[in-house]
């Protein structure tokens, strides 16, 4: 028995909830040990200033601030030793796991709409994320060189722990790539698994299977713009929506979610077969949920 246009919104707008817990968790785990390590490495140099000068307010002679910065450097850099790599394992995997998520999610979406599916295999990841993957640790590597830059003799001579906190703070940037990164491979990967089962439930002379944007509640001006849009599979939904202009524009054409880092917006699959008569349209229902804080 097929749901009703309202129930089916629901459902799709929860997915989006589904994506965002998926999201949270793996972008924790590729990041914990690297914030951990960070935390600990400004901790210990904090503890061997207090030692040397007697006062986090005394500036180092250059003796010590030589010492103090050396020590540090080498703290930091075991801090981020095997973090790109790390992060790049928990990517790869959450992000295959996401695809399986999408086309659990399209198929799941499908049978409360009435449509029978077979079961469609997860894609594998696509050529962008496989060399955001890829390229991973050089960015990491500069964000750790970055940081080291910073910490000279004359540097905490100058600025005193000040100079070790902006090193640490450069070198935690490493993490928010990290995240984004691994929010983006997440969010990709589950609109393409949705748009694989999409193009499974397309029979020959049955109603034209479209994706459908789905923005989770209270999503920015720009996905709020896309919800309820649709495009044929292999067709890109087009560049530039938003429903506050001069802000969030995003130009590019897309084939889906990502619109933007941090974006946690699917897909589902959408029939106008499957639309029910005393309903809204889906796209409206889509358009107002994602108004809703
Ligand atoms: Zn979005």
């Excluded at 698994?193 to 002379?205: F, K, S, Y």
Aim: hydrophobic share 45%; glycine share 6%.
């Amino acid at each position: 028995m097929p749901q009703s246009t309202p129930v089916l919104g629901a459902l799709a707008q929860n997915q989006t909830h589904d994506l965002a817990t998926h999201t949270a968790v793996a972008a924790h785990n590729a990041t914990a040990p690297l914030i951990h390590g960070l935390t600990t490495a400004q901790q210990a140099t904090t503890h061997a200033w207090l030692l040397a000068t007697g006062s986090p307010n005394t500036p180092p002679t250059y003796t010590q601030a030589t010492a103090l910065a050396a020590d540090a450097r080498r703290r930091i850099t075991a801090a981020m030793a095997g973090q790109a790599a790390h992060a790049q394992r928990i990517t790869t995997s959450a992000a295959t796991a996401a695809s399986a998520l999408g086309t659990h999610q399209a198929s799941t979406f499908a049978q409360h709409a009435g449509a029978t599916t077979a079961a469609t295999p997860a894609p594998p990841l696509d050529a962008g994320t496989t060399a955001a993957v890829n390229a991973l640790p050089q960015q990491v590597r500069q964000d750790h060189d970055a940081a080291l830059a910073m910490l000279t003799a004359a540097a905490l001579i100058a600025t005193g722990l000040a100079a070790v906190t902006a090193a640490v703070n450069r070198a935690k940037r490493a993490a928010a790539r990290i995240r984004a990164l691994v929010s983006w491979a997440i969010t990709a990967a589950v609109a393409q698994g949705v748009t694989a089962v999409t193009r499974a439930l397309q029979h020959p002379g049955t109603a034209t299977v479209l994706l459908m944007w789905v923005a989770e509640p209270g999503a920015c001006p720009a996905c709020q713009a896309y919800a309820g849009h649709t495009v044929k599979p292999g067709h890109l939904f087009p560049g530039g929506l938003t429903t506050n202009p001069g802000h969030n524009v995003y130009p590019e054409p897309i084939p889906g979610p990502p619109r933007h880092i941090s974006c946690r917006c699917t897909l589902i699959p959408w029939s106008h077969a499957w639309q029910d008569p005393g309903q809204p349209p889906m796209a409206q229902i889509l358009r107002d949920r994602a108004t809703r804080p």
